[in-house]
Structures are given as structure tokens and as C-alpha cells.
T-cell receptor, first 113, second 114 residues
């Protein structure tokens, strides 16, 4: 089955700086890679996703890049703000897996004012 | 739309007790799933369903049962609770689209087994 590894487990940045979180996956059949943000006491919420036919996707201050050859994808947050502080999870979904998502272990991002 | 709702929010059980965690969605999604979240381990899939009457096991199914009699509801049953089942449980739902689609998560149920 799919195995998704996520680094780093914790990340602290100064407000206004950029943050990068990286994930690698094992199943070459995976073709959908979402990123979720989880605030304390809440369920995860999708912030951006990318499919295997795309190399990069942007949404305002958030971008995701995908390298299918190397089997890794990354989340980039620019101009970080205190409200970006949360736990971020990457995930991978393999084609034909009946929508089974395999999640990374999470990154606690802290944006220091 | 209420989205995905879960009850209860918190629950304390003694070892050996049984209970059902409730999950409902009002988005007419075919796919529903249950995850457990433990510190440092992300979310792990317990069971999932691709439609009424169809369920299947995920990564960590032991100790849990599910059924899907309607599109809206997907309850998770613990038949004999164990301390190892202390966790936060999330239900999620989504459409089934080629190429993947967003999964919507409920607010979670925090379960403690003593």
C-alpha cells in the first residue's frame, strides 16, 4: 500500500517569512495529493490539492509542487501570518484505491509575530 | 448545509463497554469514511463506504464495525472498548470523482477508554 512521509514535524517561522513542508510517497500509482490544515480542536480542512497531470498549483499565498519522477510534493506558504499557525497534513490517493487517502504524520507550523 | 456532523463530541468508556459513534452528512456524498488520529501518527483509515450497503476495511479495522444503511449515515461501533482505542475519531465524506475530490471532515469525537 501507499506510504506517505512528511517533514519536518515542527516548523517555526517569523511572520512574513515563507514556510515549506515536504512529503514523499511510495506508490507510483498515486495521482491525487491534497493538503489539509487542522486547527486546534477541529477537523482537517482542505487548503489545496494537486493532481498528477499538473506540476504546480497556486492559490494566493499557498502553492503546491509535485515531482512525479522523484515521488515528492511540497507545500509552500508565503508571507506567513499568525493565523497560518496550525497542523498541516499531506496525503496521497492511489488510482483505483476507492478513495483511500494515506496521510503523512503532520507538521506543526508556528508563525511567530 | 450542516456538512458532516458527529456525535458525541467527547466520550469516556470503561474497558469492555460498547458504544456507537454517529456520523451524518447532508451533501449526498457517496463516499464516507472513519479515521482515527493519534499523536504523531496522522490520520489512519479505519473503515470506508462507497455507497449504501457497501463497506470495506481500511488500514486499522480491528475492534470496529460499520454499516451503511442510508447515504446520509455511517455509524462506527466499538463492540468491546480497549485502552488502545483511546483516540480522536473523524468521519469524512466526499463525492467519488475520477482524479480525486475534497474530503469533508466532521469536528471529531474524542474518546477515552479507561
Amino acid at each position: 500500500g501507499e506510504n506517505v512521509e512528511q517533514h519536518p514535524s515542527t516548523l517555526s517561522v517569523q511572520e512574513g517569512d515563507s514556510a515549506v513542508i515536504k512529503c514523499t510517497y511510495s506508490d507510483s500509482a498515486s495521482n491525487y495529493f491534497p493538503w489539509y490544515k487542522q486547527e486546534l480542536g477541529k477537523g482537517p480542512q482542505l487548503i489545496i490539492d494537486i493532481r498528477s497531470n499538473v506540476g504546480e498549483k497556486k492559490d494566493q499565498r499557498i502553492a503546491v509542487t509535485l515531482n512525479k519522477t522523484a515521488k515528492h510534493f511540497s507545500l509552500h506558504i508565503t508571507e506567513t501570518q499568525p493565523e497560518d499557525s496550525a497542523v498541516y497534513f499531506c496525503a496521497g490517493e492511489a488510482s483505483g484505491s476507492a478513495r483511500q487517502l494515506t496521510f503523512g504524520s503532520g507538521t506543526q507550523l508556528t508563525v511567530l509575530p | 448545509n450542516a456538512g458532516v456532523t458527529q456525535t458525541p463530541k467527547f466520550q469516556v468508556l470503561k474497558t469492555g463497554q460498547s458504544m456507537t459513534l454517529q456520523c451524518a452528512q447532508d451533501m449526498n456524498h457517496e463516499y464516507m469514511s472513519w479515521y482515527r488520529q493519534d499523536p504523531g501518527m496522522g490520520l489512519r483509515l479505519i473503515h470506508y463506504s462507497v455507497g449504501a450497503g457497501i463497506t470495506d476495511q481500511g488500514e486499522v479495522p480491528n475492534g470496529y464495525n460499520v454499516s451503511r444503511s442510508t447515504t446520509e449515515d455511517f455509524p462506527l461501533r466499538l463492540l468491546s472498548a480497549a485502552p488502545s482505542q483511546t483516540s480522536v475519531y473523524f468521519c469524512a465524506s466526499s463525492q467519488i470523482l475520477a482524479g480525486g475530490s475534497e474530503q469533508y471532515f466532521g469536528p471529531g469525537t474524542r474518546l477515552t477508554v479507561t
